[in-house]
């Protein structure tokens, strides 16, 4: 099903960053010390009860002196656009200002469903001025304060109100598969270069997600799925190079995908965006291909030293199979196909038990994890426990005696026994008496 998202606006300085580390607080990254990726995030994903969303943060606009900034609103307005419900955060210490009513008239404009949130009520100032705020002409209003944690029980229970139960998509053996990257990157031209190299697409399925079309198409008489992600409706230089937002068109259509091609633009170089939207994927699970497109004039030389690049630059996906393509001239577009049954494969991919722990025990006597303080970590035996991606759990002594250092080594070292390219991989560890 299509999750729900949730965007918090504001002016400057009404604390809606505050707000949004709250709402997040149980958000844990599986890549979160990784070096090389950016931890600057605009979205989380939350799950409350019953419930799942996307939230999205924005920025501040002030418009005090003439001084608008084009870029901000433009931010504001893709989010306002994203979302189905907006959260319209307010300092209730503060009268109403010029910002203020300048957003609500955006938000007003946008027929969207708005919150009005008065935060800072822990303060008595906010008596004086909240009811000011009912002016706007909005008709839900909720109080808290962010810092101190009043009230955000009651705004959750708020934003869910008309939101249908989180249940998964039904059953649908098809692959489905999206390009994921930065604006002007060739997802598009690249997605009909996939489709025109067997001529044997079968239908498009139009308004799956806001900006996205599905399209179904044959290859070995097998039907896939390929979700393009290109494409924001309102067009223009500022919210094409708005790369964070960007952000927002992939979300939906990862959150569908078994594999994910990160789309990189060879001629522009790798940027921290791409990394950043190679994390979103990670994190969710997803299998993922690192595609470079624009390799219309390209040789081995070439090849070996842009691959040094994309390996130094993503230390954190250096499973990733690589693949130069050129949508333009339809080179090497044949190889793509492939890649991605092979990821999906992996990433689907059941060990036997026994098989595990013959990798585990051989590669624990090979290296023994370091002690501390006097204790070293013991591994009693793993299961794998879950597939896409495949989940591993180990039952030790301590889990606390864990170090990161020992992490990648056991991952590297099924990774060097166990078929895995493609696809992340999940290291569990449980004490053995919390069976």
């Known amino acids: 099903m299509k999750i729900k998202t949730v965007a918090l606006v504001g002016k400057p300085n009404v604390g809606k960053s505050t707000l949004f580390n709250k709402l997040a607080h149980a958000k844990i990254s599986i890549i979160e010390d990784t070096p090389g990726v950016t931890r600057d995030r605009i979205y989380t ?14 920025g501040g ?19 306002i656009m994203e979302a189905d419900v907006i959260v319209f955060l307010v300092d209730s210490k503060e009268s109403i200002s010029a910002n203020d009513k300048y957003l609500a008239e955006m938000l007003h404009k946008s027929g969207k469903r708005v919150i009005v949130a008065f935060n800072k009520i822990d303060n008595k100032e906010s008596e004086t001025h909240k009811y000011d705020y009912y002016e706007l002409g909005f008709n839900e209003f909720v109080e808290i304060s962010a810092e101190h944690s009043i009230g955000i029980t009651e705004l959750l229970d708020t934003i869910v109100a008309d939101f249908p139960k989180y249940q998964k998509e039904e059953s ?33 399925i139009a308004g799956t997600t806001r900006d996205a079309v599905d399209t179904v198409f044959k290859y070995n ?14 067009r223009g230089r500022i919210y094409e190079n708005i790369e964070k937002y960007s952000l927002l068109r992939s979300l939906k259509a990862i959150d569908r995908s078994d594999v994910c091609l990160l789309v990189i633009d060879y001629l522009d170089g790798i ?75 992996n990433s689907n991919r059941k060990i036997a038990t026994s098989v595990l722990n013959e990798i585990v025990e051989e590669a624990y006597n090979l290296n023994n994890p370091p002690s501390y303080k006097g204790k070293r ?14 989940k591993f759990v180990f039952y030790v002594n301590s889990k606390n005696l864990v170090h990161f250092s020992y992490y990648r080594y056991l991952e590297n070292k099924l990774r060097e026994n166990i078929e895995l390219e493609g696809t992340p991989i999940i290291l569990k560890f449980k004490n053995r008496s919390e069976k």
């Not at 497109?293 to 081995?300: L, T």
């Not at 013991?378 to 794998?384: D, F, L, P, Q, T």
């Open 172 to 204: 649908d053996n098809r692959i489905k598969f999206s390009l994921i990257g930065r604006p002007n990157v060739g997802k598009s031209s690249l997605v009909n270069a996939i489709l025109g190299s067997d001529k044997l697409m079968v239908s498009d």
């Open 45 to 58: 994903e939350i799950n409350y009860l019953d419930y799942k969303f996307n939230l999205i943060d924005t």
């Open 61 to 79: 606009i002030d418009i005090s002196e003439g001084n608008f900034n084009d870029l901000i609103e433009a931010q504001v307005n893709i989010a």
């Open 271 to 345: 940027k921290e965006h791409d990394k950043h939207i190679a994390s979103i994927a990670i994190e969710k699970g997803k299998a993922l291909i690192i595609v470079v497109n624009k390799c219309d004039s390209f040789d081995d030389a070439k090849k070996k030293e842009f691959t040094k690049v994309i390996r130094a630059e993503f230390q954190f996906l250096p499973y990733a199979p690589i693949v130069f393509v050129s949508a333009l001239y339809k080179k090497r577009i044949h190889l793509i196909m492939p890649l991605i049954l092979k990821a999906y494969e």
């Open 377 to 390: 970590l013991k591994i009693y035996y793993v299961v794998e426990e879950d597939v896409m991606p495949p």
């Open 221 to 234: 008489d097998n039907e896939y799925v390929v979700i393009d992600t290109a494409g924001m409706r309102k």
